[in-house]
């Protein structure tokens, strides 16, 4: 069973930045997969960043050239930095890992960010 503990949000004035974490009970090295997923309410989970495998991370267009996903292995943690945040980036934030082999989803009870003035 793996553990995912998001922090970092908070609410942040447009322009801002925030930057979440997520620590995991187990090596980072156990993931295949690894990312941040947001919700906005009325809308379903979408994608925002995700690191698969030794590959480059990849974005949602929304986000791309204003959000950086991370990791720490030493730290068991991955990190999502977000710059020039916008209103429509209000959501809950998630973190997801997927583990090699069996391919088994985890997820993070979410932490809401707010960007408003």
């Known amino acids: 069973q793996v553990q995912l503990v998001e922090s970092g949000g908070g609410l942040v004035q447009p322009g801002g930045s925030l930057r979440l974490s997520c620590a995991a009970s187990?090596?980072?090295?156990?993931?295949?997969?690894m990312g941040w997923y947001r919700q906005q309410p009325g809308n379903e989970r979408e994608l925002v960043a995700q690191?698969?495998?030794?590959?480059?991370?990849n974005y949602a267009d929304s986000v791309k050239g204003r959000f950086t996903i991370s990791g720490d292995n030493a730290k068991n943690t991955v990190y999502l930095q977000m710059n020039s945040l916008k209103p429509e980036d209000t959501a809950v934030y998630f973190c997801?890992?997927?583990?090699w082999g069996y391919g088994i989803d985890y997820w993070g009870k979410g932490t809401l960010v707010t960007v408003s003035s």
């Open positions: 187990g090596s980072i090295f156990s993931f295949n997969a």
């Open positions: 690191i698969i495998g030794a590959g480059r991370p």
């Open positions: 997801h890992v997927r583990t």
